[in-house]
């Protein structure tokens, strides 16, 4: 799972944006076994490796007709968490969930609004991104996961964070 989380942006600054993810990092699987005497069709039920997580960013978040400034600029979302989120792991799909192992997890994954600027203004539009993450469990009272983002407003670069309520995020482990 990249850190730095690939996108297609569509939309603009009055009906909104949508960052949409690479698909290409929506793993699922299935397992089933096949007995050529039988015959019989085999039937696979697909399961989802990782967590998608999607958050619509308003420009509301913050006073931004604040010194009459009417526009934000975002430079970039992230996800933080005590939990490996992105990076390098492992699945058998044969043991399913239980035989995934976290290989070389990162605690962050971002998207970066480098090549096209996205500009949220006071009258309205949005900003929808959608993460791929690696299964977890948020069961723990000390697990935490952030949505972080970092914006222009005028000349002033800034930083927002929302802290998620991470329980209610049923990961691909059990």
């Given at each position: 799972m990249p850190i730095d989380q690939h996108y297609t942006l569509t939309g603009d600054s009055i009906n909104g944006y949508v960052a949409s993810p690479d698909m290409r990092y929506a793993f699922m699987t299935a397992h089933?076994?096949?007995?050529p005497k039988t015959g019989q069709k085999i039937t696979m039920n697909f399961k989802s490796m990782v967590t998608a997580l999607q958050f619509d960013i308003q420009p509301n978040i913050i006073n931004i007709e604040k010194d009459n400034i009417k526009k934000m600029e975002v430079i970039s979302v992230s996800l933080l968490s005590n939990k490996g989120i992105s990076g390098d792991f492992r699945y058998d799909i044969k043991e399913g969930t239980e035989g995934y192992t976290n290989t070389h997890a990162t605690r962050m994954t971002s998207i970066h609004f480098d090549e096209a600027p996205v500009t949220l203004t006071s009258e309205g539009g949005s900003l929808n991104v959608t993460f791929f993450i690696l299964p977890e469990e948020f069961a723990d009272a000390e697990d935490y996961l952030r949505?972080?983002?970092?914006?222009?407003?005028g000349s002033t670069q800034m930083s927002r964070i929302a802290t998620i309520n991470a329980k209610s995020i049923k990961g691909g482990k059990k």
């Open positions: 089933n076994t096949y007995n949505l972080q983002i970092i914006f222009k407003l």
